[in-house]
């Protein structure tokens, strides 16, 4: 007995609420005593059934459960419903049976890689003229150096993501996992491209985008363009945020926490819960942004993301703590896909004068933190803290890889090494930094093909050649409408069709008219003044004529 009451106080320090059981030392005793322990007060409750029945607290399993489970919801008052009880009144049966469906095997994400990847397996399959499945492993080995050495993909696609799929799609296709010999080819062929010096080993890497970039781009987007509003809030939240593409477009109206005024400078302080990131969907990490909801600026994502707000659901930035209720807060921010933002943003940065593929959206998130490293080059003080400070931002680990990888970025391309080692004179520049280097055509190593103010705006140039063609297109318009109006010469009365299509009139019109005792075709635009009575629609085929001789 003394056993069952340590294990009954140890249970009650760690869980809120506990049912034991506990047999009688008594031999011929059937009756079993149930405790309930609720931190401040133990009840003692007597259930009595068979000594052929079990119950097993703390597992999975029990038997006779429903008879317990009718005595605690309907003879025992003592006992709270479990989440499980409230969600089971809440839910229902049929809600329920679809968690027993069976779910997909692999993620959208890689069913995508996998279609990639077989693309690549059925032109490797014609090229050579052999069979992909069962996988040999020369015909393996042969794919990855291939894919390595002439069609110039990274080593870090090959590693991470050619050759995971390959694997995968081997269970797929042949319900099993490659066998030793091909896992070996493959991996002799991942060692002898990693020590070929020519192969590409990291891949491609892309431009960071500044703060400065971000706002050129926006300042380029024409107000004309449907969806200014809603991009230039997303390119500016992501840079001022360091967020995720998977981040943005998972965020929901209910995200936006809360919007106040700051005494300090009186802007407004707007607070986003970011759920979801890389690897994780319960993320509920807060960011706040700062901004004027008045001013229009370029590099203001208040501004920008109010105005959004207010064409998306009505209700603009300094009204949302009071109509919050209003607006479904299920309803996306920004309700376009990952793929969608990436391709947006590219295209936009090439349509602001920068390179095609200078820029992929993960350039906002290193942009984040480059940008702050730039503010911070002339303060020491700032500059020192600006790592734990962007860490706590986009949820980098502080002087890790994945954020110094960054760091070493923009260093390199900004800091002036003599000025770390010459004596300090008169009228040096004490930062190590100089503001020429960070010009955004020295910074990127490009010549921007469109400078602000000398050319026009692409989208001006695309809105010039539609009108040009919709002018050509009335005024073609405009001389059919001619054709099927003109007045014939019918003698020295005017005649009118009523409800008759217009071919047939001109045709009865030829049929009657007799040229020296023949039938031909009469010259009906000879000698004939041309006037526009009226549009001919199809609901009054109406053709007026009168004889207007030259």
Known sequence: MELFFQNLEKADSNEEESVFSYQSNESDSSLRKIFYSNHSTQTEIPFSFTS??????????????????????????????????????????????????????????????????????????????????????????????????????????????????????????????????????????IRNLRNDKEVNKKGKEREPALISDV????????????????????????????????TLSSLKMSDIKR????????????????????????????????????????????????????????????EWMTKKEEVDGERPVWPISTDVMRERFKQRAENAGYPRNLFSFHSLRSGFICSALIKSGKNEDSKKAVLEKTALIAGWVPYRLAQMTYIKNVARRAIVSSRLVMPYKEGRNESE??????????????????????????????????????????????????????????????????????NDFIKQKMAMTEYKGKKSKPQLFEQTALFFVGEITSSNNCLCTLQTPI
């Open 52 to 189: 052929s029945q079990t119950l097993s607290f703390g597992s999975s399993t029990q038997s006779s459960g429903s008879a317990f489970t009718d005595f605690i919801s309907e003879q025992n008052p003592y006992l709270r419903p479990t989440r499980m009880d409230l969600a089971a009144k809440r839910v229902g049966k049929e809600k329920a049976l679809q968690y027993m469906k069976p779910s997909p095997l692999w993620s959208d994400a890689t069913i995508r890689k996998h279609a990639w990847v077989q693309r690549l397996l059925q032109t490797w399959s014609k090229l050579v003229e052999c069979p992909i499945w069962p996988l040999h492993p020369l015909v393996a080995k042969g794919f990855i150096l291939f894919c390595g050495k002439e069609c110039f993909y990274s080593l870090t696609s090959i590693v991470h993501v050619i050759t995971p799929s390959i694997k995968r799609i081997n269970i797929e296709k042949m319900g099993k996992k490659i066998n030793s010999k091909t896992n070996a080819a493959i991996n002799e062929a």
């Open 259 to 318: 919007v106040i005024q700051s005494k300090e400078t009186n802007k407004l302080l707007v607070t986003l819960c970011y759920n979801r990131t890389k690897g994780s969907s319960h993320w509920n990490h807060h960011v706040t942004i700062e901004g004027e909801e008045e001013s229009r600026s370029d590099d203001d994502a208040v501004y920008w993301f109010s105005l959004h707000l207010k064409k998306s659901v009505g209700v603009r930035l300094s």
């Open 433 to 502: 930094m100089d503001e020429t280097l960070l010009e955004l055509e020295m910074f990127h190593g490009i010549v921007l093909k469109m400078k602000e103010g000398n050319e026009k705006n692409p989208y001006e140039k695309y809105k010039e050649k539609v009108e040009e063609r919709m002018k050509i297109f009335f005024e073609e318009e405009e001389v059919k409408k001619a054709k099927k109006a003109r007045y014939i010469r019918s003698g020295s009365v005017g005649m009118c069709a009523e409800n008759m299509e217009l």
């Open 215 to 246: 706002a050129r781009i926006v300042h380029n987007l024409p107000d004309e363009l449907e969806s200014k509003y809603l991009e230039a809030s997303l390119y500016l939240i992501g840079v001022q945020t360091g967020a995720r593409a998977i």
